[in-house]
């Protein structure tokens, strides 16, 4: 399943590494795309789409649907 997220504050690679790691955190198998121009995070996973959130948050960003 593939699920988007803005995340207005992702603004530089270390941003990016971050991301990816909550989200590898919780869907260990999950292939995460970013955008960072776009401030946009595409994750492929079976994950709960809100549990992928929530990790994403929990780093301190802000994070919204796509």
Do not use: W
Request: charged share 20%; proline share 3%; with cysteine.
């Amino acid at each position: 399943m593939k699920t988007e997220f803005i995340v207005s504050d992702m603004t530089c690679n270390h941003c990016v590494q971050t991301i990816t790691q909550a989200v590898k955190g919780v869907a260990p198998d999950a292939v995460v795309l970013t955008d960072l121009a776009a401030h946009r995070v595409t994750v492929e996973s079976t994950a709960d789409a809100a549990a992928l959130r929530a990790a994403i948050a929990e780093e301190g960003y802000d994070v919204q649907p796509a």
